[in-house]
Antibody, heavy 119, light 110 residues
């Protein structure tokens, strides 16, 4: 069965970059589907951040477009999130998830990782 | 962006029906499908897909859960409600990018 697992620092300083890894087992990320990052803020608001497709193309939420990059390492079956110039407003639980290509519901999610932005 | 509006909370009694609503500010229908999906999230867990394309039950989800609606008005129904259903429920649209979520409805027991 497919599993996704986020990893990365739990604490990031303001103005620095946030970097997270999503490791996927049970499915090859180049075989199909879109691979997304989603975050949930304190207070429950959820935001789709962007995805990298099985072919390597990306699509980002315009609210983040200047700060976000999603890349992948196909040899390790991983994809990555980089968010630059973070502020305390980027404090959230970050999830990676898989969605059907261009259809956009999330059937598989990682457990989530809390990232706190604080000095 | 498409905005999804949910009531913040709902309280129901065990064994009764819970109806959670989600309204959008734009039509999310396209070529016969409504691009609206529902998730359940319990504290400390990841969201779980319940319903996709407005009315399709996701794999492994009990038939107590159902979804309906089209256009800009959607509902998730749980009937009958069980104690394990206490959670926050989110709607999400994928008609247009950026995909967006509702603010969540917290289901509590009376």
């Amino acid at each position: 069965e497919i599993q996704l697992q986020e990893s990365g620092p739990g604490l990031v300083k303001p103005s620095q970059s946030l970097s997270l890894t999503c490791s996927v087992t049970g499915y090859t990320i180049t075989s199909g589907y879109d691979w997304s990052w989603i975050r949930k803020f304190p207070g429950n608001k959820m935001e789709w951040m962007g995805y990298i497709s099985y072919s390597g193309s990306t699509n980002y939420n315009p609210s983040l477009k200047s700060r976000i990059s999603i890349t992948r390492d196909t040899s390790k079956n991983q994809f990555f999130l980089q968010l630059n110039s973070v502020t305390t407003e980027d404090t959230a639980t970050y999830y990676c998830a898989r969605s059907a290509a261009a259809i956009g519901w999330f059937a598989y999610w990682g457990q989530g990782t809390l990232v706190t932005v604080s000095s | 962006d498409i905005v999804l509006t949910q009531s913040p909370a709902l309280a129901v009694s065990l064994g009764q029906r819970a109806t959670i609503s989600c309204k959008t500010n734009q039509n999310v229908d396209y070529y016969g499908n409504s691009y609206m999906h529902w998730y359940q999230q319990k504290p400390g867990q990841q969201p779980k897909l319940l319903i996709y394309l407005a009315s399709n039950l996701a794999s492994g989800i009990p038939a107590r859960f159902s979804g309906r609606g089209s256009g800009t008005d959607f509902t998730l129904t749980i009937d009958p409600v069980e104690a394990d259903d206490t959670a926050t429920y989110y709607c999400q649209q994928s008609r247009n990018l950026p995909w967006t979520f509702g603010g969540g409805t917290k289901l509590e027991l009376k």
